[in-house]
Protein backbone atom coordinates (compact mmCIF):
# COMPACT_ATOMS: atom_id res chain seq x y z
CA UNK A 1 0.00 0.00 0.00
CA UNK A 2 2.96 2.42 -0.17
CA UNK A 3 2.64 3.51 -3.30
CA UNK A 4 -1.19 4.40 -3.47
CA UNK A 5 -0.43 6.37 -0.19
CA UNK A 6 3.10 8.06 -1.55
CA UNK A 7 1.09 9.08 -4.95
CA UNK A 8 -1.41 10.64 -2.97
CA UNK A 9 1.10 12.64 -0.70
CA UNK A 10 3.07 13.59 -3.47
CA UNK A 11 -0.05 14.89 -5.70
CA UNK A 12 -0.99 17.19 -2.55
CA UNK A 13 2.52 18.59 -2.84
CA UNK A 14 2.67 19.31 -6.39
CA UNK A 15 -0.97 21.26 -5.61
CA UNK A 16 0.77 23.10 -3.07
CA UNK A 17 4.47 23.45 -4.92
CA UNK A 18 3.17 23.06 -8.76
CA UNK A 19 6.59 24.32 -9.48
CA UNK A 20 8.28 21.64 -8.31
CA UNK A 21 9.72 18.83 -10.09
CA UNK A 22 8.90 15.18 -9.47
CA UNK A 23 12.87 14.68 -8.17
CA UNK A 24 12.08 18.07 -5.51
CA UNK A 25 8.63 16.38 -4.44
CA UNK A 26 10.49 12.94 -4.07
CA UNK A 27 13.10 14.37 -2.26
CA UNK A 28 10.90 16.47 0.04
CA UNK A 29 9.39 13.22 0.96
CA UNK A 30 12.08 11.21 1.36
CA UNK A 31 14.31 13.44 3.55
CA UNK A 32 11.44 14.46 5.82
CA UNK A 33 10.66 10.72 6.73
CA UNK A 34 11.65 9.08 10.55
CA UNK A 35 13.54 6.39 10.60
CA UNK A 36 11.48 5.76 13.89
CA UNK A 37 7.90 4.64 14.15
CA UNK A 38 5.17 6.57 15.47
CA UNK A 39 6.03 4.93 18.88
CA UNK A 40 9.27 6.93 18.75
CA UNK A 41 10.75 3.36 18.83
CA UNK A 42 13.18 1.83 16.15
CA UNK A 43 11.19 0.24 12.77
CA UNK A 44 11.17 -3.18 13.45
CA UNK A 45 11.55 -5.68 9.88
CA UNK A 46 9.50 -8.66 9.43
CA UNK A 47 11.25 -10.73 12.44
CA UNK A 48 10.65 -8.23 14.90
CA UNK A 49 14.35 -6.90 14.85
CA UNK A 50 15.32 -3.33 14.34
CA UNK A 51 15.17 -2.67 10.91
CA UNK A 52 18.32 -1.62 8.63
CA UNK A 53 18.04 1.04 5.82
CA UNK A 54 17.59 -1.95 3.24
CA UNK A 55 13.92 -2.63 5.05
CA UNK A 56 12.71 0.56 5.53
CA UNK A 57 14.09 2.74 3.18
CA UNK A 58 13.45 6.11 3.40
CA UNK A 59 11.20 5.49 6.82
CA UNK A 60 7.98 6.49 7.53
CA UNK A 61 6.39 9.43 5.19
CA UNK A 62 5.51 12.11 7.31
CA UNK A 63 3.02 14.83 4.61
CA UNK A 64 3.23 17.99 6.84
CA UNK A 65 7.35 18.42 6.77
CA UNK A 66 7.32 16.82 3.07
CA UNK A 67 5.34 19.82 2.16
CA UNK A 68 7.91 22.33 3.65
CA UNK A 69 11.34 20.66 3.34
CA UNK A 70 13.49 23.52 3.69
CA UNK A 71 15.78 21.80 1.00
CA UNK A 72 15.20 19.67 -1.64
CA UNK A 73 17.35 17.76 -3.92
CA UNK A 74 16.31 18.29 -7.54
CA UNK A 75 17.06 16.96 -10.61
CA UNK A 76 15.82 18.77 -13.78
CA UNK A 77 15.03 16.36 -17.16
CA UNK A 78 18.42 17.60 -18.84
CA UNK A 79 20.17 16.25 -15.82
CA UNK A 80 19.47 12.79 -16.84
CA UNK A 81 21.40 12.91 -20.12
CA UNK A 82 24.54 12.52 -19.61
CA UNK A 83 23.47 9.52 -17.03
CA UNK A 84 21.68 7.75 -20.02
CA UNK A 85 24.19 8.18 -22.49
CA UNK A 86 26.76 7.01 -19.47
CA UNK A 87 24.32 3.74 -19.33
CA UNK A 88 25.65 3.29 -22.77
CA UNK A 89 21.53 4.43 -24.44
CA UNK A 90 21.99 5.55 -27.69
CA UNK A 91 21.19 9.39 -27.99
CA UNK A 92 18.64 8.79 -30.95
CA UNK A 93 17.13 6.23 -27.93
CA UNK A 94 17.49 9.30 -25.39
CA UNK A 95 15.99 11.82 -27.50
CA UNK A 96 12.74 9.41 -27.95
CA UNK A 97 12.48 10.17 -23.87
CA UNK A 98 13.17 13.80 -23.84
CA UNK A 99 11.93 14.74 -26.83
CA UNK A 100 14.86 17.17 -27.97
CA UNK A 101 18.03 16.77 -30.04
CA UNK A 102 20.57 14.98 -27.82
CA UNK A 103 24.96 14.68 -27.65
CA UNK A 104 26.39 11.86 -25.54
CA UNK A 105 29.77 14.34 -25.73
CA UNK A 106 29.36 13.93 -21.67
CA UNK A 107 28.55 11.28 -19.45
CA UNK A 108 28.67 10.57 -15.69
CA UNK A 109 28.06 7.64 -13.82
CA UNK A 110 24.65 6.85 -11.16
CA UNK A 111 26.57 8.41 -7.97
CA UNK A 112 27.00 11.56 -10.12
CA UNK A 113 23.87 12.35 -10.28
CA UNK A 114 22.54 14.89 -7.91
CA UNK A 115 19.91 12.10 -5.81
CA UNK A 116 20.06 12.45 -2.12
CA UNK A 117 21.38 9.32 -0.98
CA UNK A 118 24.91 7.92 -2.83
CA UNK A 119 25.91 4.20 -2.77
CA UNK A 120 29.85 4.09 -3.39
CA UNK A 121 32.34 0.87 -3.56
CA UNK A 122 34.75 1.81 -0.68
CA UNK A 123 37.96 0.77 -2.74
CA UNK A 124 41.14 2.40 -2.09
CA UNK A 125 41.06 5.08 -4.66
CA UNK A 126 39.63 8.06 -4.09
CA UNK A 127 36.10 9.62 -5.62
CA UNK A 128 34.70 12.75 -4.77
CA UNK A 129 30.73 13.07 -5.29
CA UNK A 130 28.73 16.51 -5.06
CA UNK A 131 25.69 17.23 -4.10
CA UNK A 132 23.48 20.27 -4.75
CA UNK A 133 20.44 21.10 -2.68
CA UNK A 134 17.55 23.65 -3.33
CA UNK A 135 16.33 26.00 -0.50
CA UNK A 136 12.52 25.80 -0.90
CA UNK A 137 12.17 27.29 2.48
CA UNK A 138 12.34 30.75 4.16
CA UNK A 139 14.70 32.74 2.68
CA UNK A 140 18.22 33.33 4.49
CA UNK A 141 17.48 30.15 6.46
CA UNK A 142 20.40 28.44 8.15
CA UNK A 143 20.40 24.93 8.29
CA UNK A 144 22.50 22.22 10.51
CA UNK A 145 23.93 19.11 9.78
CA UNK A 146 22.54 16.73 12.30
CA UNK A 147 23.47 12.87 13.10
CA UNK A 148 25.60 11.72 10.14
CA UNK A 149 27.18 8.22 10.57
CA UNK A 150 30.25 7.29 7.90
CA UNK A 151 31.91 4.46 7.32
CA UNK A 152 35.66 3.98 8.66
CA UNK A 153 37.85 5.53 5.77
CA UNK A 154 34.91 8.21 4.30
CA UNK A 155 34.54 11.82 4.65
CA UNK A 156 32.36 14.17 4.28
CA UNK A 157 33.07 17.81 3.32
CA UNK A 158 30.08 20.49 3.25
CA UNK A 159 30.20 23.67 2.11
CA UNK A 160 28.07 26.59 2.31
CA UNK A 161 27.77 30.17 0.33
CA UNK A 162 28.44 31.86 3.21
CA UNK A 163 28.64 35.49 2.85
CA UNK A 164 27.26 35.86 -0.45
CA UNK A 165 23.92 36.87 -1.13
CA UNK A 166 21.17 34.58 -0.62
CA UNK A 167 21.11 32.11 -3.66
CA UNK A 168 19.06 29.23 -4.73
CA UNK A 169 21.21 26.69 -4.23
CA UNK A 170 23.75 25.63 -1.99
CA UNK A 171 26.79 22.97 -2.79
CA UNK A 172 27.07 20.29 -0.56
CA UNK A 173 31.14 19.63 -0.56
CA UNK A 174 31.92 16.30 -1.61
CA UNK A 175 32.18 12.82 -0.23
CA UNK A 176 35.92 11.20 -0.69
Known amino acids: MACPHLAGIAALIKSVHPEWSPAAIKSAIMTTASQVGRNGHAIIDEKELPANVFAIGSG ?3 PPKAHEPGLVFDIQL ?28 KTIREAQVNYLSVAVSLKR ?13 VANSTYTIGDISIPPGVSINVEGLYGIQPQPDLCLGQLS
Open 60 to 62: HVN
Open 78 to 105: DDYIPYFCGLGYTPKYIQLIVKKKVNCS
Open 125 to 137: DSKTYTRTVTNVG
